[in-house]
């Protein structure tokens, strides 16, 4: 259910419903008329009533021998199955997941197949209890009995693979501080859409409003079965509220803005840069939702004119428009919409606004952003070029999932889940920015919420790595070497200056990869762990060495040691291998030729044949490292290639020179 539709119906945990059963007399069709009407509160408690249990879910188990009293043979039989499956979604709508969850554990194993869906939703409540190493096998399970290929069995399968990368994100969280506002802007109902504008602090709230005394009886109906129920009218009205002083304090000072228009409730405040113009979203409990614009009156204070109806550009007949955004460059206004041309249920959508004030047609955002679920809750930074909205429809860890795209409105990067903390099992929505880098705001959750939205600020916190990029033969700072620093999800990259430094900021403590490379210079990778990171706030290397090669020009590898005639390796020679072996790691396309040379002492053939059977053995043992045979070839040289007088002039032993001919080495051929 989407965050908008969360409003009153979402929140009436506090509020007393009384049915007149004047009207209607059984409980089950009461609890029917409700739920037609998405008073899904209302209707659980009179699906309860028509079951004979008590109404209170703290703390819920299923009855004593309920299960048992459900596979009796019984005329009742159908009504009890049909009032259980109801009382599950009834739950499941106003996101009360663990009552539903033991209700559904109930009604999945009903023959019917109009219930086959329970095991979907079992699975997915399983899920937003954060059950989640639970929920795989029960969405594999529905997968197995639901034969029909439709947006269940897609969804399933990306359940599946959330459910993966919850557990992957909660076993290696991101660096964030979270801490929800404990005064007066979280109070009952659901509170969203913060948005802090200069020293104003603006947000949406469904909290009661009074309507009059005891509120008005409302009649609903249902023509078909022609029953009526009457009820109080709902005091919890959305509509947009500004509070005073700090939002973090633990006390502030909240009050409504706009004038109360009876039947109208408003949400989403966004503002043009020009401070001139807001934009918000407005709907009737029978209409769909709609964008406004309001304008402020000019020689009246701040005092704000009556919303008017934006145009067919944004508002299609019998369609909804909603979440309106405005880059703070006033070019464009984002929002969301299940409109005529779109992917799926909620698209994200955007016109260009014209410096007359006017705007263009709506533009769909695209497949890479778009997905066959719900879009919603854009921002987008225009100095940084990145989208910052939610998702239903992607691999995440629930609900909606903040996603983050880099682009230009002509096209967008992949969008990268956010993970976990800064996203939840259930729904996270509606970022905004304390900064221009985006590293401090608030965003909307009910992560800690039964059924609503609250609001929470938000804070990265990050590691500094930063080193020296050298050249090994000199030992200076590398001027011009690229550096880039890589995660699991993202990837940065800088180029280093004279003094060869490079420092960079990131938000996240799971492995981490630094990879230095140059022209002419083999590349060099250096990775750290987990638990290493874990315990810093800063990585320090202060040296980082990259050797210099030439296609073609050999590199002798030191200490490469045989034992007298034989080809053997002994363990010294394999350790100076395994540093030949990380340098073919950390440089995956290249190739080289690893040879091997004597001294003069012997015949030639012996030295051409011994010198042979040692470069092989060099590149045997790199095959067993796992290095591909393709890249590697073997050669011996015997005493043909000396690099020193085996003998001096006057016919001497020349031990010295004997030494530095007996040699390994390897060149590049390829790179």
């Not at 704000?304 to 309106?324: C, D, H, R, T, Y």
């Not at 860890?397 to 002509?410: K, P, R, T």
């Not at 990380?582 to 012996?606: C, F, R």
């Not at 060099?618 to 890249?631: D, F, H, Q, S």
Request: aromatic fraction near 12%; hydrophobic fraction near 35%.
């Amino acid at each position: 259910m989407k965050p908008l539709k969360i409003m009153l119906l979402l929140c009436l945990l506090s509020f007393g419903i009384k049915a007149q059963t004047t009207y209607v007399s059984n409980n089950k069709k009461i609890a029917d008329l409700y739920f037609k009407n998405k008073e899904y509160y209302a209707a659980a408690e009179y699906y309860k009533r028509a079951l004979q249990i008590s109404k209170d879910t703290i703390g819920f188990v299923v009855p004593y021998a309920f299960e048992s009293k459900m596979k009796e043979e019984s005329p009742k039989l159908a009504e009890y199955e049909y009032c259980v499956f109801q009382l599950a979604t009834s739950l499941r709508l106003y996101k009360d997941f663990r009552a539903a969850e033991a209700w559904y554990a109930l009604a999945r194993n009903f023959p019917e197949p109009k219930y086959v869906l329970s095991s979907f939703y079992y699975a997915e409540c399983l899920r937003s209890n954060q059950k989640f190493t639970e929920a795989i096998p029960a969405f594999k399970e529905f997968l197995d009995k639901y034969k029909t290929a439709d947006t269940y069995t897609d969804k399933a399968k990306i359940e599946v693979a959330s459910c993966n990368f919850a557990l992957y994100e909660m076993r290696y969280p991101r660096l964030y501080k979270f801490s929800k506002l404990f005064n007066q802007i979280n109070e009952k109902g659901s509170n969203y859409t913060p948005l802090q504008l200069n020293n104003n602090f603006y947000f949406t709230s469904s909290r009661p409003v009074v309507t009059g005394k005891g509120g008005k009886d409302e009649v609903l109906e249902d023509k078909q079965t022609k029953s009526k129920v009457v009820k109080k009218e709902s005091p919890y009205i959305n509509a947009i509220y500004e509070a005073s002083g700090d939002p973090q304090a633990t006390a502030t000072s909240v009050k409504r803005i706009g004038a109360v228009e009876t039947g109208k409730e408003f949400a989403a405040p966004a503002f043009h840069p020009n401070g001139r113009i807001m934009y918000l979203t407005s709907w009737t409990a029978k209409g769909n939702r709609r964008i406004y614009e309001v304008n402020i009156s000019q020689g009246n204070g701040g005092t704000w004119s009556a919303p008017k109806e934006l145009g067919a550009e944004v508002n299609i007949n019998g369609f909804n428009s909603m979440q309106p955004f405005v880059t703070r460059d006033g070019k464009y206004l984002v929002f969301s919409s299940d409109r005529p041309g779109g992917l799926g249920k909620y698209d994200l959508w955007y016109c260009i606004l014209r410096s007359d004030g006017s705007m263009g047609q709506a533009i769909n955002m695209g497949s890479t952003i778009n997905t066959k679920e719900d879009e919603e809750a854009p921002y987008y930074n225009f100095k940084t070029k990145k989208l910052l909205y939610s998702s239903a429809g992607k691999v995440g860890i629930g609900g909606l999932d903040f996603y983050e795209s880099a682009g230009d409105f002509a096209s967008w990067t992949e969008p990268r889940n956010l993970g976990y903390p800064f996203n939840s099992s259930k729904d996270d929505a509606y970022f905004t920015p304390l900064n221009d880098n985006d590293t401090e705001g608030y965003i909307s959750s009910d992560r800690e919420s039964v059924c609503c939205l609250e609001i929470f600020h938000v804070k990265k916190e990050f590691i500094t790595v930063q080193g020296t990029i050298l050249d090994c033969q000199t030992d200076k700072p590398l001027n011009g070497a690229v550096v880039t620093l890589s995660d699991s999800s993202e990837e940065f990259r800088m180029t280093v200056g004279r003094d060869g430094k490079y420092l960079f900021r990131v938000n996240s403590n799971r492995a981490l990869k630094i990879t230095a490379e140059k022209n002419d210079y083999l590349k060099k990778m250096i990775s750290y762990n987990y638990d290493e990171l874990a315990k810093a706030d800063t990585l320090v290397n202060p040296k980082i060495c990259l050797k210099a090669f030439s296609i073609g020009v050999p590199i002798v590898l030191k200490d490469i040691l045989y034992d007298f005639n034989s080809a053997e390796l002994n363990p010294a020679s394999e350790k100076q291998l395994d540093q030949l072996y990380t340098l073919l790691t950390d440089n995956p396309t290249m190739e080289i030729e690893l040879s091997a040379h004597t001294d003069n002492v012997g015949t030639k053939n012996y030295n051409l044949n011994l010198s042979d059977k040692r470069a092989h053995s060099c590149v045997n043992y790199l095959i067993t490292k796992g290095i591909a045979p393709e890249r590697l070839k073997s050669k011996g040289y015997g005493f043909s290639k000396p690099v020193a007088p085996n003998q001096f002039p006057n016919g001497k032993d020349n031990f010295l020179g004997r030494q530095q001919n007996r040699r390994t080495e390897f060149k590049v051929t390829k790179i």
